[in-house]
């Protein structure tokens, strides 16, 4: 039986989204040094290695005959999908505002549940997370098109990362929908690694981007965070949560992530912070808690 959050959940989640916020930041502090969408095929890579090493320690079985795989193949490739665009959209906008664009992806999460699945209708204060988290869009957005001619392509980074969110909620919706959803979390994640690495460093390739890498301390420590730490660690912990503590209590946490994710842009990259783009994450981050409210009714 799944029991409320302790104090080991609790500070087990905001260490998990500390890391999660700050995946962002490590990939544009290494881009001089290798590009994000080559950096996301690498670690994809690594930590699929790590995730085969600890099925195998396990003796989990994986067979690609157990009628999963189209559906792996398709959660794959929406991840590979996902994680281009974030990384094309570091060379855009702020690491700041591409974080909370992203974590959008619960808004189109819960719309997607409630058009698709029957138990996950939404309701009055859901529907009006919904309208807080557009209309935070809209003005966080709206940054981008104001922005200096200096900086006038921001709102293409912003709209790449609008994209990643999207993407991310469509792979939520294939995994719950499809054979997957019966599978053990590890085979899932593994589908989402091997693919993904293998068809974003087929388009760092097509991009030329081999030719550019130069493994700085910086790219190393930023590639073995992201392997070991968010892609492998942080999943392992998050399936952990799951298994033994209310999954409503735990989807409260999500809207941290951006925060951190905001923060450590504004200490360690220096980024601006617009006030629209302030009020728009807010608007965003207030829309993800109320539809989070529909779990817990």
């Given at each position: 039986?799944?029991?409320?959050?302790?104090?080991?959940?609790?500070?087990?989640?905001?260490?998990?989204?500390?890391?999660?916020?700050?995946?962002?930041?490590?990939?544009?502090?290494?881009?001089?040094?290798?590009?994000?969408?080559?950096?996301?095929?690498?670690?994809?890579?690594?930590?699929?290695?790590?995730?085969?090493?600890?099925?195998?320690?396990?003796?989990?079985?994986?067979?690609?005959?157990?009628?999963?795989?189209?559906?792996?193949?398709?959660?794959?490739?929406?991840?590979?999908?996902?994680?281009?665009?974030?990384?094309?959209?570091?060379?855009?906008?702020?690491?700041?505002?591409?974080?909370?664009?992203?974590?959008?992806?619960?808004?189109?999460?819960?719309?997607?549940?409630?058009?698709?699945?029957?138990?996950?209708?939404?309701?009055?204060?859901?529907?009006?997370?919904?309208?807080?988290?557009?209309?935070?869009?809209?003005?966080?957005?709206?940054?981008?098109?104001?922005?200096?001619?200096?900086?006038?392509?921001?709102?293409?980074?912003?709209?790449?990362?609008?994209?990643?969110?999207?993407?991310?909620?469509?792979?939520?919706?294939?995994?719950?929908?499809?054979?997957?959803?019966?599978?053990?979390?590890?085979?899932?994640?593994?589908?989402?690694?091997?693919?993904?690495?293998?068809?974003?460093?087929?388009?760092?390739?097509?991009?030329?981007?081999?030719?550019?890498?130069?493994?700085?301390?910086?790219?190393?420590?930023?590639?073995?965070?992201?392997?070991?730490?968010?892609?492998?660690?942080?999943?392992?912990?998050?399936?952990?949560?799951?298994?033994?503590?209310?999954?409503?209590?735990?989807?409260?946490?999500?809207?941290?992530?951006?925060?951190?994710?905001?923060?450590?842009?504004?200490?360690?990259?220096?980024?601006?912070?617009?006030?629209?783009?302030?009020g728009g994450a807010l608007l965003v981050l207030a829309?993800?808690?109320?539809?989070?409210?529909?779990?817990?009714?």
């Amino acid at each position: 039986m799944r029991k409320p959050l302790d104090g080991l959940a609790i500070g087990l989640m905001v260490l998990l989204c500390a890391c999660w916020g700050f995946q962002q930041i490590a990939m544009k502090l290494a881009a001089p040094a290798i590009h994000p969408v080559m950096q996301n095929g690498l670690r994809s890579a690594l930590a699929a290695l790590l995730l085969v090493g600890l099925m195998r320690w396990r003796r989990e079985p994986f067979s690609l005959r157990d009628g999963r795989l189209a559906a792996g193949l398709g959660a794959g490739a929406l991840f590979a999908g996902e994680f281009l665009m974030v990384g094309l959209g570091l060379g855009y906008t702020t690491a700041s505002h591409l974080v909370v664009f992203v974590y959008t992806a619960p808004i189109f999460t819960a719309l997607g549940l409630h058009a698709f699945v029957a138990g996950e209708r939404l309701r009055g204060p859901q529907w009006a997370g919904v309208l807080l988290a557009f209309s935070g869009i809209a003005l966080a957005f709206s940054r981008g098109l104001a922005a200096p001619l200096a900086d006038s392509s921001m709102w293409i980074g912003d709209a790449l990362g609008i994209v990643a969110g999207l993407m991310w909620a469509a792979t939520t919706l294939l995994i719950r929908g499809s054979s997957l959803s019966e599978a053990p979390p590890t085979q899932t994640l593994l589908y989402q690694l091997a693919v993904g690495a293998l068809l974003l460093i087929a388009a760092g390739g097509l991009m030329g981007q081999w030719q550019g890498i130069v493994m700085t301390p910086v790219a190393w420590l930023s590639l073995l965070f992201q392997a070991v730490i968010v892609a492998f660690l942080s999943f392992l912990a998050w399936f952990w949560l799951l298994r033994h503590y209310l999954a409503s209590r735990l989807s409260a946490f999500s809207f941290l992530t951006p925060l951190f994710g905001v923060g450590f842009g504004v200490l360690l990259l220096d980024e601006p912070l617009d006030p629209r783009f302030v009020g728009g994450a807010l608007l965003v981050l207030a829309g993800i808690v109320l539809v989070n409210v529909r779990r817990r009714s």
